[in-house]
């Protein structure tokens, strides 16, 4: 599977943002999908995920009530919208696919090339 990330962008602190990953191939429903991001300096970090089926989410603490993954079947797409933003969420964020559903960067087979956030004060 092939995966397209979008919706990077300049944000004040705060605001929204919507990430969107298009997944290619008739396979996107077997895949687990997730959302890591990397800062400057740091390590890749989990930030969302969710199964196959979308019946289940996880996030990282760091995110949980503000950010929300979710998954379009019919668009073979996932989301993340990120609401009150803060500006350590600034970071290149990554969509990714696996079978199965993990927290581990590591386990993850496809990967898409990264959309810039960035939150100002």
């Known amino acids: 599977v092939q995966l397209q990330a979008s919706g990077g962008g300049l944000v004040q602190a705060g605001g929204s943002l919507r990430l969107s990953c298009a997944a290619s191939?008739?396979?996107?429903?077997?895949?687990?999908m997730a959302w890591f991001r990397q800062a400057p300096g740091k390590e890749r970090e989990f930030v969302a995920a969710t199964t196959s089926s979308g019946g289940s989410t996880l996030y990282a603490t760091s995110v949980k009530g503000r950010f929300t993954i979710s998954r379009d079947y019919t668009k073979s797409a996932v989301y993340l919208q990120m609401n009150s933003l803060k500006p350590e969420d600034t970071a290149v964020y990554y969509c990714?696919?696996?079978?199965?559903?993990?927290?581990?960067?590591?386990?993850?087979?496809?990967w898409g090339q990264g959309t810039q956030v960035t939150v100002s004060w």
């Open positions: 990714a696919a696996k079978g199965r559903l993990s927290l581990s960067p590591y386990e993850y087979d496809y």
């Open positions: 191939g008739r396979t996107f429903s077997t895949y687990a």
